[in-house]
Protein backbone atom coordinates (compact mmCIF):
# COMPACT_ATOMS: atom_id res chain seq x y z
CA UNK A 1 0.00 0.00 0.00
CA UNK A 2 0.85 3.89 -0.54
CA UNK A 3 -1.65 5.80 0.85
CA UNK A 4 -2.03 9.48 0.63
CA UNK A 5 -4.37 10.08 3.52
CA UNK A 6 -3.34 13.14 5.26
CA UNK A 7 -0.58 16.13 4.04
CA UNK A 8 1.94 14.46 6.49
CA UNK A 9 4.57 11.89 4.88
CA UNK A 10 5.01 10.20 8.28
CA UNK A 11 1.82 9.53 8.97
CA UNK A 12 0.76 8.42 5.62
CA UNK A 13 3.39 6.01 5.87
CA UNK A 14 2.55 4.24 8.86
CA UNK A 15 -0.91 4.16 7.92
CA UNK A 16 0.21 2.19 4.78
CA UNK A 17 3.03 -0.11 6.86
CA UNK A 18 0.67 -0.94 9.55
CA UNK A 19 -2.80 -2.36 9.47
CA UNK A 20 -4.26 -1.50 12.96
CA UNK A 21 -2.94 2.39 12.75
CA UNK A 22 -5.38 2.86 9.48
CA UNK A 23 -8.13 1.17 11.66
CA UNK A 24 -7.04 3.17 14.54
CA UNK A 25 -7.15 6.32 12.08
CA UNK A 26 -10.82 5.14 10.80
CA UNK A 27 -12.18 4.76 14.15
CA UNK A 28 -11.23 8.65 15.14
CA UNK A 29 -12.55 10.09 12.01
CA UNK A 30 -16.15 11.72 13.33
CA UNK A 31 -16.23 15.23 14.69
CA UNK A 32 -12.76 16.34 12.95
CA UNK A 33 -11.11 17.07 9.96
CA UNK A 34 -10.16 13.31 8.22
CA UNK A 35 -6.24 14.27 8.15
CA UNK A 36 -5.99 15.25 11.58
CA UNK A 37 -8.37 11.73 12.60
CA UNK A 38 -5.95 9.77 10.27
CA UNK A 39 -2.78 11.82 11.37
CA UNK A 40 -3.58 9.90 15.10
CA UNK A 41 -1.74 7.22 14.98
CA UNK A 42 1.18 8.43 13.65
CA UNK A 43 0.79 10.72 17.04
CA UNK A 44 0.59 7.71 19.26
CA UNK A 45 3.70 5.84 18.16
CA UNK A 46 5.77 9.62 18.98
CA UNK A 47 4.08 9.77 22.50
CA UNK A 48 4.00 5.66 23.64
CA UNK A 49 6.41 4.26 21.02
CA UNK A 50 4.37 1.99 18.92
CA UNK A 51 1.12 1.08 17.23
CA UNK A 52 0.93 -2.15 18.50
CA UNK A 53 -2.88 -3.49 19.53
CA UNK A 54 -1.15 -5.65 22.64
CA UNK A 55 0.98 -2.28 23.79
CA UNK A 56 -2.11 -0.43 23.55
CA UNK A 57 -4.92 -2.81 24.83
CA UNK A 58 -2.46 -2.98 28.26
CA UNK A 59 -1.31 0.27 28.71
CA UNK A 60 -2.29 2.05 31.55
CA UNK A 61 -5.41 4.17 31.30
CA UNK A 62 -4.55 7.23 32.84
CA UNK A 63 -1.09 7.71 30.79
CA UNK A 64 -2.82 6.57 27.44
CA UNK A 65 -5.22 9.16 27.99
CA UNK A 66 -2.59 12.13 28.92
CA UNK A 67 -0.64 11.07 25.36
CA UNK A 68 -4.17 11.24 24.09
CA UNK A 69 -4.26 14.93 25.51
CA UNK A 70 -0.62 15.86 24.75
CA UNK A 71 -0.85 18.99 22.40
CA UNK A 72 -1.47 18.46 19.88
CA UNK A 73 -4.02 16.53 21.07
CA UNK A 74 -4.97 13.10 18.85
CA UNK A 75 -8.73 14.18 19.23
CA UNK A 76 -10.82 16.92 20.55
CA UNK A 77 -12.87 14.57 22.74
CA UNK A 78 -9.61 12.54 24.52
CA UNK A 79 -11.39 10.89 26.48
CA UNK A 80 -13.64 9.05 25.14
CA UNK A 81 -11.84 8.22 22.15
CA UNK A 82 -8.53 6.80 23.94
CA UNK A 83 -11.29 4.64 26.06
CA UNK A 84 -12.86 3.57 22.51
CA UNK A 85 -9.07 3.03 20.88
CA UNK A 86 -8.07 0.71 23.91
CA UNK A 87 -11.03 -1.11 23.59
CA UNK A 88 -10.61 -1.75 19.98
CA UNK A 89 -7.45 -3.03 20.36
CA UNK A 90 -8.52 -5.40 23.18
CA UNK A 91 -10.86 -6.73 20.78
CA UNK A 92 -8.29 -7.01 18.23
CA UNK A 93 -6.07 -8.87 20.65
CA UNK A 94 -9.32 -11.31 22.09
CA UNK A 95 -10.57 -11.71 19.05
CA UNK A 96 -7.90 -11.75 15.90
CA UNK A 97 -4.89 -12.61 17.72
CA UNK A 98 -3.37 -9.27 17.85
CA UNK A 99 -3.15 -8.75 13.90
CA UNK A 100 -5.89 -6.39 12.45
CA UNK A 101 -5.45 -7.38 9.18
CA UNK A 102 -6.85 -10.54 10.45
CA UNK A 103 -9.88 -9.05 9.90
CA UNK A 104 -9.75 -8.56 6.19
CA UNK A 105 -7.80 -11.87 5.05
CA UNK A 106 -8.25 -14.92 7.61
CA UNK A 107 -10.50 -17.65 5.79
CA UNK A 108 -10.15 -15.37 2.64
CA UNK A 109 -13.35 -13.32 3.38
CA UNK A 110 -16.05 -11.98 1.24
CA UNK A 111 -17.08 -8.55 1.72
CA UNK A 112 -19.87 -8.59 3.49
CA UNK A 113 -18.38 -10.85 5.96
CA UNK A 114 -15.95 -8.26 6.40
CA UNK A 115 -18.35 -5.66 6.90
CA UNK A 116 -19.89 -8.48 9.67
CA UNK A 117 -16.62 -8.31 11.23
CA UNK A 118 -16.24 -4.78 11.29
CA UNK A 119 -19.54 -3.73 12.41
CA UNK A 120 -18.81 -6.05 15.42
CA UNK A 121 -15.44 -3.96 16.31
CA UNK A 122 -16.29 -1.41 19.28
CA UNK A 123 -16.66 2.08 17.56
CA UNK A 124 -17.80 0.89 14.48
CA UNK A 125 -20.89 1.83 12.71
CA UNK A 126 -22.54 0.76 10.05
CA UNK A 127 -21.44 3.78 8.03
CA UNK A 128 -17.97 3.49 9.74
CA UNK A 129 -17.86 0.18 8.51
CA UNK A 130 -18.79 0.84 5.20
CA UNK A 131 -16.04 3.55 4.29
CA UNK A 132 -13.30 1.49 5.73
CA UNK A 133 -14.19 -1.67 3.47
CA UNK A 134 -14.20 0.72 0.87
CA UNK A 135 -11.00 1.62 1.66
CA UNK A 136 -9.77 -1.57 2.04
CA UNK A 137 -11.21 -2.76 -1.65
CA UNK A 138 -10.12 0.91 -3.40
CA UNK A 139 -6.51 1.18 -2.37
CA UNK A 140 -5.91 -1.74 0.52
CA UNK A 141 -5.54 -4.89 -2.27
CA UNK A 142 -8.85 -6.35 -0.78
CA UNK A 143 -10.72 -8.12 -3.16
CA UNK A 144 -13.11 -9.93 -1.14
CA UNK A 145 -16.50 -11.11 -3.81
CA UNK A 146 -19.30 -8.45 -3.26
CA UNK A 147 -16.76 -5.33 -1.54
CA UNK A 148 -18.61 -2.75 -3.69
CA UNK A 149 -21.88 -3.75 -3.11
CA UNK A 150 -21.53 -4.36 0.69
CA UNK A 151 -19.55 -1.03 0.92
CA UNK A 152 -22.22 1.07 -0.70
CA UNK A 153 -22.93 4.43 -1.92
CA UNK A 154 -18.75 4.50 -0.81
CA UNK A 155 -17.93 1.41 -3.13
CA UNK A 156 -18.89 3.20 -6.00
CA UNK A 157 -16.05 4.07 -8.50
CA UNK A 158 -15.28 7.61 -8.01
CA UNK A 159 -17.71 7.92 -5.18
CA UNK A 160 -15.57 11.17 -3.84
CA UNK A 161 -17.66 11.09 -0.68
CA UNK A 162 -15.07 9.26 1.99
CA UNK A 163 -11.71 8.65 2.72
CA UNK A 164 -11.64 5.96 0.20
CA UNK A 165 -11.13 8.05 -2.67
CA UNK A 166 -8.23 9.78 -1.00
CA UNK A 167 -5.13 9.69 -3.04
CA UNK A 168 -3.79 12.61 -3.42
CA UNK A 169 -3.97 16.34 -1.67
CA UNK A 170 -6.25 17.26 -4.61
CA UNK A 171 -8.90 14.59 -4.16
CA UNK A 172 -8.77 15.50 -0.25
CA UNK A 173 -9.85 19.04 -1.34
CA UNK A 174 -12.80 16.97 -3.41
CA UNK A 175 -13.86 14.44 -1.10
CA UNK A 176 -14.05 17.81 1.85
CA UNK A 177 -16.08 19.39 -0.61
CA UNK A 178 -18.33 16.81 -1.31
CA UNK A 179 -19.11 15.84 2.19
CA UNK A 180 -19.84 19.62 3.27
CA UNK A 181 -22.27 19.87 0.27
CA UNK A 182 -23.63 16.42 1.07
CA UNK A 183 -24.07 17.19 4.91
CA UNK A 184 -25.74 20.39 3.49
CA UNK A 185 -28.46 19.29 1.37
CA UNK A 186 -29.19 16.98 4.17
CA UNK A 187 -29.85 19.36 6.57
CA UNK A 188 -32.17 21.50 4.30
CA UNK A 189 -34.06 18.24 3.52
CA UNK A 190 -34.23 17.97 7.05
CA UNK A 191 -35.59 21.44 7.64
CA UNK A 192 -37.64 21.59 4.51
CA UNK A 193 -39.73 17.92 5.82
CA UNK A 194 -39.99 20.02 9.39
CA UNK A 195 -42.04 22.61 7.83
CA UNK A 196 -43.57 20.72 5.70
CA UNK A 197 -45.26 18.37 8.74
CA UNK A 198 -47.81 18.49 11.07
CA UNK A 199 -48.48 22.07 11.94
CA UNK A 200 -46.00 23.94 9.33
CA UNK A 201 -46.70 24.89 5.91
CA UNK A 202 -46.70 22.62 3.07
Same mark, same amino acid.
Given at each position: ???? @??? &?? %?????????? *??? +?? $?????????????????????????????????????????????????????????????????????????????? @??? &?? %?????????? *??? +?? $????????????????????????????????????????????????????????????????????????????????
Amino acid at each position: MDLH @LTD &DT %DADRLLSENP *LAL +LI $GMLLDQQIAMETAFVGPKKLQDRIGSVDADTIADYNTEEFLAAFKETPAVHRFPGSMAERVQKLCRAIVDDWGGEASA @LWT &DG %DPSGPEVLKR *LKR +LP $GFGDQKAKIFLALLGKQCGFTGEGWEQAAGDYGAPNAMRSVADIVSPETLLEVRENKRALKSAAKQEKQASAQSGPGGSS
